[in-house]
């Protein structure tokens, strides 16, 4: 959550160059069809037929399998509709910004025609179904981890672990939450305690709903704050639920970009 200045998030604007891959998606659909055994027998020495063989039953017709993708973020090209599932009931239409910034969307499943995303909103862990013609698909090589239990960020690109860096979490009072999330956008930082930047995730404050009646209280990665001393080689628990990172550090997450997953693990 950001720490202080309630009103950064309807301030800042900048954002960084993304290093996004645009990919596409084919033969995602899955069919499936039906197996069967014969069982050899004798038959009976008093009745004697001959063997005719039988057609095979059609293949049965199952629906497609969700795939699960790997590194997937979904742009909105303009506000799209929403589903609960796949051809199901309609949800709330997403917008494509969110906090005035374009709005990028983790894929976690692809089933025909369909994509399952992340959501920024409330509460966590929020997903939706979106048809694939209403975006733009891109790849991201990066993955964020933030190890509550170690007090460390790791980044990972393509799988191989590039940066291992002790993190200021939240306190016990005011946790860090975990699960699955999204770097959301980049922030220009309000002055030079913040780090060269903010981060701002998808990820909400489970212990505050409004901060300093800001209407929310987002998690976001940023610089130590003059605490410096205390996140040390070894992390601590310091923050109201943000992860503050030595300057150094920081920066090296600007090549992240938006879209790109975070799983908070405890």
């Not at 497609?64 to 303009?78: E, I, N, Q, Y």
């Not at 862990?125 to 209403?134: C, F, H, L, Q």
């Not at 979490?169 to 975990?178: C, E, Q």
């Not at 209407?215 to 070894?234: C, K, Q, R, S, Y």
């Amino acid at each position: 959550m950001l720490d202080a200045a309630p009103s950064l998030l309807c301030r800042v604007r900048t954002r960084g160059k993304r290093t996004l891959v645009i990919i596409g998606i084919a033969g995602l659909c899955l069919g499936g069809a039906a197996g069967w055994i014969g069982l050899n027998s004798r038959p009976s020495p008093r009745v004697v037929r001959a063997f005719r063989p039988t057609k095979a039953p059609p293949p049965v017709r199952r629906p497609p399998a969700a795939v699960t993708p790997t590194g997937l973020v979904a742009a909105l090209l303009t506000t799209t509709a929403a589903y609960r599932s796949p051809g199901g009931a309609q949800a709330t239409p997403i917008a494509p910004t969110w906090h005035d910034s374009p709005l990028f969307l983790p894929v976690i499943a692809v089933r025909a025609g369909d994509l399952e995303v992340r959501l920024p909103t409330r509460p966590n862990g929020s997903t939706t179904w979106i048809p694939r013609v209403a975006v733009r698909l891109y790849r991201s090589p990066y993955r964020i981890v933030i190890d509550l239990s170690t007090r460390h960020l790791l980044l990972f690109r393509d799988g191989k672990l590039v940066l291992d860096a002790p993190a200021g979490i939240g306190t016990v009072a005011d946790p860090t939450p975990t699960g699955h999330f999204f770097v959301a956008f980049f922030a220009a930082a309000p002055t030079p305690a913040w780090g060269p930047f903010v981060l701002v995730t998808s990820a909400h404050s489970n212990a505050i709903s409004d901060w300093e009646e800001s209407g929310d209280a987002l998690v976001a990665i940023h610089g130590p704050l003059g605490d410096n001393a205390e996140i040390g080689t070894a992390g601590a628990r310091i923050s109201h639920g943000c992860v503050r990172l030595h300057d150094g550090d920081l920066a090296k997450l600007r090549i992240v970009p938006d879209g790109s997953p975070i799983d908070i693990i405890s």
